[in-house]
């Protein structure tokens, strides 16, 4: 029963591959990378009965994520399919950087580091009108740079007993715009950074959706929630070499191709 | 209104909120480390379970509360105007203007109200938060326009910046007198004038006081007090400077994107070719030091309007001294 879900999610995943490849290949280029690391996440928030829409909030402060949550909410009856196709372009709703239009999310921030404190603010809220909500806030590794993220930690962890639910995933993918985040900062060791601040930390294959679904229903009380969800850009595709550096990716006709292909057979074997 | 030298009240401010959230159980109220400074004590000591302090950390106050505010709270928060609005500047305008939030960002001392030179001089909030599409922009001038403001800002819709006197405030207008959030007031000169002064919070004693100056030389003066900084009252300003030979606009504040450029934005776009001259600190960092000596030596005094308004009109003679109005303590009279 549990790996039957487990291959829902999985689908999914692929499915917001898939949809964000297309979304992306109309005008050439786009965040894909950021939906090719993040597609578990989302699949196992949105398809994984983990995040109660509705009920319990999304902060998305790293908004050029927003490619992701398109992809996955048009998968799971919260976005009008139709809608993808105009990712981008002048005109549209889905804005290529999230924005007060994007729907969905509660608060959405494309100037990064500034989701935290937002999410902060929703679990106090909750708190104080005593409602059992759970506040997740998605994140990137690179914008953890931000002292701001850091400011928001500290107060969580002095107000964990009105924190509630919190948990904040970091997409931890090692890509910033100027390459590696290794390369430009040194953020490790990054979960004992939040142990320190007072936060559980959990470190998981952000690949891997029986770890992420785990991690994201522990049971978990006393202090908020920080999960690092190690990834990678190219998502674990063949066609894609490893080194690419796909924070923002030009998807010529040739690679657009190979992901089409290999993201549909993996689809087909996951229906055979 | 009453004469100088004004009595005052201490902590309108922090007495008016308290006494609103108290039935207002939607308002909430942050602070960053400035408890006592911000009037907020009597808000914490009266209502803890709605006050939290976010430390030394603005960025991520501002944060918090866009995500209380829209999760249906009206927040105030507190700290001093430089580090309310300069220190935070992306973090106001991506998570409370932009998303048209109900905070409201109060800060304290004013321009060079404040002794603490540069660091703690908020010379240029104005213009940052005039700056950002949806903000109210507010600049009471006595305590009861205070108490007004504070439970006009509890009914707005959308995010408010609200600069305020720290400590004592004048008590400058009757009990009749109503601050309306969209409106700027003609308080004297009504008619034809020769100098039409325009002033904000700090500052309107100083332009009252100087339109007695010039009145006693037997001008004409209007003086209008202008709270709302953003939007701007236009028709107001607009009928009284059709009436006037000058303008003069005088703010605690540079006079590069604040009232007195609002005023010029004004009246250019309404094609008046009326002079203008802005009293302000012009254009550069000024120091430590009392209000006193920083007022007179910047150019923010009762004595720098008469001159300027003066000059403009072309007076010959020597420039009138400005009336001198000891304040006994606990009085307040403008520099």
Not at chain 2, 110 to 139: C, F, K, T, W, Y
Request: glycine share 10%; with cysteine.
């Amino acid at each position: 029963m549990l790996s039957q879900q487990h291959s829902l999610v999985r689908r999914l995943a692929t499915r917001i591959r898939l949809n964000a490849t297309r979304m992306v290949a109309i005008q050439g280029f786009g965040y894909l990378g950021q939906a090719l690391s993040s597609a578990e996440v989302f699949a196992t928030l949105f398809g994984g009965a983990v995040l109660r829409p509705g009920r319990d909030r999304f902060v998305l402060s790293a908004g050029h994520y927003v490619i992701a949550l398109y992809a996955a909410a048009a998968e799971v009856g919260l976005l009008d399919r139709a809608e993808l196709a105009g990712y981008g372009r002048d005109g549209a709703l889905l804005e290529a950087i999230g924005s007060e239009r994007t729907p969905l999310v509660d608060m959405v921030c494309g100037s990064l580091g500034q989701g935290l404190s937002a999410a902060v603010g929703f679990a106090l809220a909750a708190h104080l009108a005593g409602e059992q909500r759970a506040t997740f806030a998605f994140l990137s590794d690179g914008e953890l740079e931000e002292g701001q993220v850091w400011e928001a930690a500290m107060f969580a962890s002095h107000q964990r007993q009105r924190m509630g639910r919190l948990v904040a995933i970091i997409d931890a993918n090692n890509s910033q715009v100027d390459g590696p985040v290794s390369a430009v900062t040194t953020l490790e060791p990054m979960a004992d950074k939040w142990r320190a601040f007072g936060w559980q930390a959990l470190e998981v294959d952000g690949h891997d959706i029986a770890a992420l679904t785990q991690a994201l229903t522990c049971d978990f009380a006393g202090a908020p929630l920080a999960l690092i969800a190690r990834t990678s850009c190219v998502g674990r595709l063949r066609c894609l070499p490893a080194t690419l550096d796909a924070h923002f990716l030009k998807l010529d006709e040739p690679l657009r191709a190979a992901l089409e292909q290999e993201l549909t057979r993996e689809l087909q074997s996951a229906d055979a | 209104m009453r004469e100088p030298p004004y009595a005052t009240v201490l902590k309108p401010y922090g007495e008016a909120l308290t006494t609103l959230a108290r039935t207002r159980r939607d308002i909430l109220c942050l602070g960053a480390d400035l408890t006592r400074q911000t009037e907020t004590d009597l808000f914490r000591d009266a209502i803890p379970e709605r006050f939290f302090n976010a430390g030394m950390a603005e960025a991520n106050m501002i944060g918090i509360a866009a995500g209380l505010a829209r999760a249906g709270h009206v927040v105030f928060v507190n700290t001093f105007g430089v580090f309310c609005t300069r220190r935070c500047f992306d973090q106001i305008a991506m998570a409370v203007a932009y998303p048209r939030l109900n905070v409201r960002l109060v800060g304290f001392m004013p321009g060079l109200s404040s002794p603490g030179g540069p660091s703690h001089q908020a010379i240029d909030d104005v213009a940052l938060m005039r700056a950002l599409p949806n903000m109210l922009v507010l600049e009471p001038a006595d305590a009861l326009e205070i108490r007004q403001a504070v439970v006009a800002l509890a009914d707005h819709i959308g995010p408010a910046y609200m600069r305020l006197k720290r400590g004592e405030s004048p008590l400058i207008f009757e009990e009749a007198h109503r601050l309306q959030l969209d409106r700027a007031q003609h308080l004297t000169g009504h008619g034809k004038s020769d100098a039409c002064l325009i002033a904000a919070g700090m500052m309107l004693p100083a332009a009252l006081a100087a339109a007695r100056t010039l009145q006693r030389e037997g001008l004409g003066v209007a003086v209008l007090n202008v709270p709302v900084i953003k939007p701007l009252d236009v028709d107001t300003i607009l009928a009284a400077a059709r009436e006037a030979r000058v303008i003069v606009t005088a703010e605690n504040h540079s006079i590069i994107g604040g009232l007195g450029s609002a005023v010029a934005e004004t009246l250019a776009g309404a094609g008046l070719g009326v002079p203008l001259r802005r009293v302000g600190i012009a254009d550069v960092f000024a120091e430590s030091g009392s209000r006193e000596y920083l007022f007179s030596r910047y150019g923010l005094d009762t004595q720098a309007i008469v001159r300027t308004a003066w000059e403009a009109l072309g007076r010959a003679g020597p420039v009138p001294r400005a009336i001198s109005m000891p304040a006994a303590p606990g009085t307040y009279a403008p520099v």
